[in-house]
């Protein structure tokens, strides 16, 4: 049986390329005779086919709720290319009946042995579907811009896949950038801050220029490897693929599939909520006691994956019983913790409800005036913003300057400019 390459395209922010970058891709492997099927796993509308300007009347839903087999399901694009839009619910299976999560996953197995690749665009942030698409395809292609909120965005990303044992290396795709010197140094931004806090190495796959014709070519639904090859928005992809068959062909086979990776996740899945209600018996050691609690509520939490409130309320209750004294693990724990909730889902009333429980949070772990004797765990209160004259220098001529620009500049951009950040002005 064929075993395809499979690569998993992400990125923790929103546009930064992911779906232009998967696509377009799969396009140039597709026109050098290779057999591709993209996965549309976006948790969004299905964005892959409208750049192609495809419009699915079937999704993976339908085949998962029986109402047409994998086959029909899939679209068929330019030079042989498939898709299968509505990809990301895959993650059905995991609530599924052994039966039916067994027949959807045996179908999609069969289904990605017949390409050389499996190319599976994720959705922006950290939700549980696009983790596991990283998790199951051999290869991530994390796709950063210039952005300084695509690279803290990128960070976040690592960091959850790391605390949840993700180990492989990932290949970062700079887009958008205006050179090769800043896309080198926008990748050594991230893989600096990936050495220093998580201790893991990133690897450099390439970058790609920002471009006015490849902008235009999702608006026209014709992507830019359609291109003669020769045209450079269209050469830049062909350049990355070779370089992206480089780097696989130094890379071990895996020899499970994306489908296979499902499977074991939902049997694990199956394991733990059998395990979710262990009986506790009254002669259980406290340890025995807390340790089957917590496999309930871990339980409860999976139940609800999307619902990013149950986490926070869990969170604030269990920390508020364990340290007062946040040392170095404690913060971490908070910032991933944090780092992983879909902030852009919450209801402005529960950002509000959310933005009060973190300041009770702080009170609770720091009450004012409460100093810690060991000076390595003192937990600095966070300081009033002060106006920063070394920065942007004396506060008449920041005036001055803000009067004379134009009014269409963000204050971001403003700032940076006053600061001297050139790097940063893209
Ligand atoms: N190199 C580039 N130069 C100019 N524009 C680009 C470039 N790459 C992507 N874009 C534009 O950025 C926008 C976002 O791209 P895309 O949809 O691929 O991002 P995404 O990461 O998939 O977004 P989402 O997180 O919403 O799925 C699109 O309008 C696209 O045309
Ligand atoms: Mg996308």
């Known amino acids: 049986m064929r075993q395809p390459r499979t690569i998993a395209v992400t990125g923790g922010k929103g546009g930064v390329g992911k779906t232009t970058v998967a696509l377009n891709l799969a396009v140039v492997l597709a026109q050098c005779g290779h057999k591709v099927l993209l996965l549309d ?46 990809a990301s619910g895959v993650q059905e299976c995991m609530d599924m009946s052994d039966r039916d999560s067994l027949m959807m996953l045996r179908a999609l197995h069969e ?15 950290l939700q549980a579907v696009g983790l596991h698409m990283i998790a199951s395809a051999e290869l991530a292609c994390l796709v950063v811009s210039p952005d300084p909120a695509s690279l803290t965005d990128a960070f976040s990303l690592m960091k959850v896949l790391k605390r949840r044992g993700y180990r492989r290396t990932p290949s970062v795709i700079v887009n958008m950038a205006q050179g090769a010197s800043q896309a080198r140094s926008v990748y050594q931004r991230l893989n600096g801050a990936c050495q220093r806090h998580l201790q893991w190495s990133l690897h450099y796959l390439g970058a790609l220029w920002r471009d006015e014709t490849l902008r235009q070519s999702v608006l026209d639904q014709n992507p830019v490897t359609l291109l003669p090859a020769s045209d450079p928005s269209c050469r830049q992809f062909h ?10 062909a130094g ?8 489908a296979a990776y499902w499977h074991q996740a939902a049997r694990r899945q199956a394991v733990k909520h059998a395990a979710a209600s262990p009986a506790i018996r009254e002669d259980d050691s406290p340890r025995q006691h807390c340790l089957a609690l917590i496999d309930r509520l871990e339980g409860i939490l999976d139940e609800s994956p999307d619902d990013a409130m149950l986490r926070y309320e869990a969170f604030t209750r269990l920390f508020a019983h364990l340290g007062r004294k946040p040392d170095a693990d404690t913060v971490e724990i908070v910032q991933t913790g944090l780092a992983s ?13 959310l933005a009060r429980h973190l300041g009770q949070l702080a009170q609770q772990l720091a009450p004012p005036g409460v100093v810690d004797d060991a000076p390595a765990n003192r937990f600095h209160p966070v300081k009033e913003p002060l106006y920063d004259r070394v920065s942007f220098g004396e506060q008449d001529q920041l005036v001055r300057a803000l009067r004379e620009k134009p009014a269409d500049v963000s204050l971001n951009d403003l700032l940076r400019s006053l600061a001297g950040d050139d790097d940063s002005r893209s």
């Not at 990605?112 to 942030?125: F, K, L, Q």
């Not at 890379?251 to 994306?258: D, E, F, N, T, V």
């Not at 909730?341 to 409800?353: C, H, I, N, P, Y």
């Open 41 to 86: 796993a976006d948790t969004d509308l299905a964005n892959v086919s409208l750049l192609v300007g495809l419009y699915p009347e079937r999704t993976l839903a339908d085949v998962i709720a029986g109402r047409c087999t994998m086959d029909e399901a899939i679209l068929h694009s330019h030079f042989g290319l498939h898709i299968v839009p509505g």
């Open 111 to 125: 289904l990605e042995h017949r390409y050389d690749y499996v190319i599976v665009d994720t959705a922006a942030g």
């Open 239 to 248: 350049s990355l693929a070779e370089m992206l068959n480089v780097h696989l």
């Open 251 to 258: 890379l071990p086979r895996r020899k499970a599939g994306i």
């Open 341 to 353: 909730m879909a902030w852009e889902k919450l209801a402005v009333d529960d950002r509000a409800k």
